[in-house]
Nanobody, 115 residues
Framework: QVQLVESGGGLVQPGGSLRLSCAAS????????LGWYRQAPGKLREFVAS???????VYADAVRGRFAISRDNAKNAVYLQMNSLKPEDTAVYYC?????????WGQGTQVTVSS
């Protein structure tokens, strides 16, 4: 079983940047698809970005060009660099690790974009 712990969330002004980290334990995730979802108050959880073991990346339209996902297999971790943040990016961000039909989730980290 994979355990995931996110960090790096916080309060940032519009136009600012944050870098989220997600550390995996309990299993080596080098062959997993890793990624991020987010959930804003009163809304459904939505896909943000993903990265495969071969470093193929996919982004939601809302974040493409502003966010960058990366992974470090040596550290068993995945990251989300978020630039040019907007108030509508405010949400709880969850990382996940997926292999086959199994998906493991972190507990989430809050990102608030406000002046």
């Amino acid at each position: 079983q994979v355990q995931l712990v996110e960090s790096g969330g916080g309060l940032v002004q519009p136009g600012g940047s944050l870098r989220l980290s997600c550390a995996a334990s309990g299993s080596v995730v080098s062959m997993y698809v890793l990624g991020w979802y987010r959930q804003a108050p009163g809304k459904l959880r939505e896909f943000v970005a993903s990265i495969t073991s071969s470093m193929f990346t996919v982004y939601a339209d809302a974040v493409r060009g502003r966010f960058a996902i990366s992974r470090d297999n040596a550290k068993n971790a995945v990251y989300l660099q978020m630039n040019s943040l907007k108030p509508e990016d405010t949400a709880v961000y969850y990382c996940y690790a997926r292999r086959g039909i199994q998906t493991n989730w972190g507990q989430g980290t809050q990102v608030t974009v406000s002046s």
